[in-house]
């Protein structure tokens, strides 16, 4: 019989401070914004398309790190 002895798992330290800590009060008290989209209630059809495909062409789309561009990712580059 062999006996194995398990212990207590390795605690990671994570960077950075901790997200619910008490703020001293040298430092400036940021409030969470939350931003408000520019959109006009208008009643013309085409312009509402417009606003959408606008909104839409906003997204930040993911690009590669190696050559900087859309449509792959580094673990998948076609140039290896």
């Known amino acids: 019989m062999v006996s194995m002895h398990?212990?207590?798992?390795?605690?990671?330290?994570?960077?950075?401070?901790q997200p619910?800590?008490?703020?001293?009060?040298?430092?400036?008290?940021k409030k969470k914004v939350k931003h408000i989209q520019n959109i006009i209630n208008i009643t013309n059809k085409?312009?509402?398309k417009e606003?959408?495909?606008?909104?839409?062409?906003n997204k930040k789309e993911r690009h590669c790190k190696k050559c900087n561009?859309?449509?792959h990712y580094t673990s998948?580059?076609?140039n290896n």
């Open 6 to 17: 398990i212990g207590d798992p390795l605690r990671v330290t994570h960077k950075g401070r």
């Open 20 to 29: 619910n800590r008490y703020r001293s009060c040298g430092e400036p008290q």
């Open 46 to 48: 085409n312009y509402e």
């Open 51 to 57: 606003v959408v495909i606008n909104q839409i062409s």
């Open 69 to 71: 561009q859309v449509g």
């Open 76 to 78: 998948r580059y076609p």
